[in-house]
């Protein structure tokens, strides 16, 4: 089992070498502190896990897709501080396969890296109680179905997406729109089908993939646990 640790931060890679270093047919194959480091060393050595904290300095989520785009056999373990709801399910939907928090046990963080290598995917129990504390299962994120064939929406169903994105209810939303509330929940029914999407994170994420929200608004939201 070939292995990079992505992190900017040379304390948190050591530390990770030094847990990892210790397991059984788990080698270390290259340590990156950047993104475009982590795409060289890819390119380089291969592997068949990437441990990344993707909210370090010098790092994006976009790394993910960029890197399976082109070699879709290797398995991202996403380690970070705990992120809120949005951002993790936008981290999985990206391609992530597993997610532990910085702070769990060592025993857990192994664990995690060995169950990814052989392609299981594997959670945290803070990271899946942020998600389902959001009223989001993850069974339910719709991974296959979201693509870049051309979507007609309209003006109206447009604004409603930016709200949603916004973390506002139904309700909330018909206020603002001074439209019924059962007007709103037609939108969005429509707005799911169109999209092809399950539920409200699907719909945030067709928001943060065609630049209708930031990306950035979502890292230090105020739902984030520390």
Do not use: W
């Not at 370090?56 to 082109?70: K, P, R």
């Not at 209810?169 to 018909?174: K, L, M, R, S």
């Not at 206020?175 to 939108?187: A, K, M, R």
């Amino acid at each position: 089992m070939r292995v990079i640790l992505a992190d900017s931060n040379d304390l948190v890679r050591a530390g990770l070498r030094a847990i990892l270093s210790s397991v059984k047919k788990l080698e270390i194959v290259s340590e990156a502190r950047s993104s475009q480091e982590l795409k060289d060393q890819i390119k380089s050595f291969g592997a068949d896990v990437v441990v990344l904290d993707y909210t370090s300095e010098d790092f994006d989520i976009d790394v993910v897709h960029t890197i399976l785009s082109t070699n879709n056999t290797i398995k991202f373990l996403a380690i970070t501080p705990l992120q809120s709801a949005q951002t993790l399910v936008d981290a999985l939907r990206s391609g992530v396969m597993s997610y532990v928090k910085k702070d769990c046990d060592i025993q857990e963080i192994v664990d995690a890296v060995v169950e990814t290598s052989k392609g299981n995917k594997f959670f945290c129990g803070k990271i899946l109680e942020t998600i389902q504390r959001a009223s989001i299962d993850v069974n339910d994120i719709d991974f296959e179905n979201f693509t870049c064939e051309p979507i007609m929406l309209s003006v109206r169903e447009l604004e409603v997406i930016v709200l949603i994105s916004d973390g506002m209810t139904n309700g909330q939303i018909a206020e603002q729109l001074f439209l019924s509330t059962h007007t709103i929940n037609t939108h969005r029914k429509n707005i799911m089908s169109k999209l092809g999407v399950k539920n409200t994170a699907g719909i945030v994420m067709y928001a943060v993939k065609t630049s209708l929200v930031s990306p950035n608004k979502f890292l230090f939201a105020s739902d984030i646990v520390n």
